[in-house]
């Protein structure tokens, strides 16, 4: 049965690519190109769910906020 995960993609300062995936407590991992990401964290979803179960909580979306300073 295939399941399907949300999963958050951030670049850093140093040039990785970082994919956590929300519904999964501490399930992330990074790479440099976005092919072997995807490969990566499709492997610690399968790991993460053989120690636990999703959480409720459903990933939404990304809004952009501006604040002056």
Do not use: W
Request: proline share 3%.
């Amino acid at each position: 049965m295939a399941r399907e995960f949300d999963v958050v993609i951030e670049k850093d300062e140093d040039g990785y690519f970082i994919a956590s995936v929300p519904a999964l407590r501490g399930c992330h991992t990074q790479a440099r190109s976005l092919d072997v990401l995807m490969s990566r964290v499709a492997e610690a979803i399968e790991l993460c769910l053989e120690v636990e179960e999703p959480v409720g909580n459903r990933f939404v979306g990304v809004q952009r906020v501006s604040v002056s300073v």
